[in-house]
Nanobody, 123 residues
Framework: QVQLVESGGGLVQAGGSLRLSCAASGRHFSSYVMGWFRQAPGKGREFVAAINGKGDSTDYADSMKGRFTISRDNAKNTVYLQMNSLKAEDTAVYYC????????????????WGQGTQVTVSS
């Protein structure tokens, strides 16, 4: 069983930055692919970024490439999402997710989910 707790959300002006963190409990954190998803009001859950267990392979949604960076610290059981050049359309609840195995996927078929952290970008 893995429990995920996100933090770092908040209110920021357009063009600003935020760093989200996701702390995982449980064992064998490095054996999980970690992903970030988001859900804006009235919309479905959207893939943001993912990283493999070793941290040497990542994937991003096209609209996030060059602005967002996913990373992980396996010694701290934590995954991060650095978000720069934020736009009003980035406003959403951001979720951290964990998936057993080595394959990065953009689909929402992850095994464990956090409760989410709100990110609001004012224009």
């Amino acid at each position: 069983q893995v429990q995920l707790v996100e933090s770092g959300g908040g209110l920021v002006q357009a063009g600003g930055s935020l760093r989200l963190s996701c702390a995982a409990s449980g064992r064998h954190f490095s054996s999980y692919v970690m992903g970030w998803f988001r859900q804006a009001p009235g919309k479905g859950r959207e893939f943001v970024a993912a990283i493999n267990g070793k941290g040497d392979s990542t994937d991003y949604a096209d609209s996030m490439k060059g602005r967002f960076t996913i990373s992980r610290d396996n010694a701290k059981n934590t995954v991060y999402l650095q978000m720069n050049s934020l736009k009003a359309e980035d406003t959403a609840v951001y979720y951290c997710a964990a998936r057993r195995g080595r394959t990065i996927t953009t689909k929402a078929d992850y095994d464990y989910w956090g409760q989410g952290t709100q990110v609001t970008v004012s224009s």
